[in-house]
């Protein structure tokens, strides 16, 4: 098994920033995919990044330029750092980690953008 802890979510104003992280521990796998993906109220979980064990990133269109994905293979970390918020970015952030069949989330941290 293996766990994921995130922390870093918030209440924010529209424009401003926050910094999620997620790590992980247990029984870890090597080359492993991290990523963040988010869930609002009455929507499905959707994509905002991932990142390989090598670095490479992927990220949903509507993310692109404002969050940056990255990740600390010595401590299993994987961060994401949001800018320029909007409320439209308010949800659940949850961490996912896996290789293959192999997928685990995180119990996720709340991001709340509102003036």
């Known amino acids: 098994q293996v766990q994921l802890v995130e922390s870093g979510g918030g209440l924010v104003q529209p424009g401003g920033s926050l910094r999620l992280s997620c790590a992980a521990s247990?029984?870890?796998?090597?080359?492993?995919?991290m990523g963040w993906y988010r869930q609002a109220p009455g929507k499905q979980r959707e994509l905002v990044a991932t990142?390989?064990?090598?670095?490479?990133?992927n990220y949903a269109d509507s993310m692109k330029g404002r969050f940056t994905i990255s990740r600390d293979n010595a401590k299993s970390t994987v961060y994401l750092q949001t800018n320029g918020l909007k409320p439209e970015d308010t949800a659940v952030y949850y961490c996912?980690?896996?290789?293959?069949?192999?997928?685990?989330w995180g119990q996720g941290t709340q991001v709340t953008v509102s003036a």
């Open positions: 990142v390989t064990s090598g670095g490479s990133t």
């Open positions: 247990g029984r870890l796998v090597g080359f492993a995919e």
């Open positions: 996912n980690y896996g290789r293959g069949s192999l997928s685990y």
